[in-house]
């Protein structure tokens, strides 16, 4: 940790830095009708975001829709083997014999 700088531009860059992050993150967010909420503590602050009416770690949130992701995807791949196999395995019509 010796080589990060602790001089007076460090200290006013980061927080400005994380306050422009969060400000792009709450805008993100509230374009999708969500919100991002900071809360200051002991260490700096903390940001949880309102997702279908529960207030989630961001990281937390991450790995609920990543699994989220990987259920519809199972799911869809299931619908898509179906419907294969449906078309698969479907009797086709017989021709029209003319008479």
């Known amino acids: 940790m010796r080589h990060i700088a602790d001089d007076e531009?460090?200290?006013?860059?980061?927080?400005?830095?994380?306050?422009?992050d969060l400000s792009e993150l709450?805008?993100?967010?509230?374009?999708?009708r969500?919100?991002?909420?900071?809360?200051?503590?002991?260490?700096?602050?903390?940001v949880h975001i309102q997702y279908q009416n529960r207030s989630e770690?961001?990281?937390t949130l991450a790995a609920l829709l990543a699994e989220d992701?990987?259920?519809r995807s199972e799911l869809l791949s299931a619908r898509e083997r179906e419907v294969l196999e449906n078309h698969l395995h479907r009797p086709r019509s017989q021709p029209r014999s003319s008479g």
Do not use: M
Request: cysteine-free; overall charge neutral.
């Open 9 to 20: 531009q460090t200290w006013s860059r980061v927080p400005r830095q994380v306050a422009e």
């Open 69 to 71: 992701i990987s259920q």
């Open 34 to 46: 969500h919100q991002a909420v900071s809360e200051p503590n002991d260490w700096g602050f903390t």
């Open 57 to 59: 770690r961001p990281d």
């Open 26 to 32: 709450q805008r993100a967010l509230g374009a999708l």
